[in-house]
């Protein structure tokens, strides 16, 4: 397992999550599955 499928990206789902929720609470999922799974 790469670091891209492992603590990457669970380092980034974190950050952009943070980010959207501060931005708007309702688009977080929405960023994360877009970022992590797009």
Same mark, same amino acid.
């Given at each position: 397992m790469s670091?891209? /499928?492992g603590?990457?990206?669970t380092?980034?789902?974190f950050v952009w999550g943070g980010?959207?929720?501060?931005?708007?609470?309702?688009c977080n999922?929405? /960023?994360e599955?877009?970022?992590c799974f797009g």
């Open positions: 670091m891209q /499928t603590a990457g990206k380092e980034h789902f980010i959207a929720s501060v931005n708007h609470r309702q999922i929405v /960023t599955y877009l970022y």
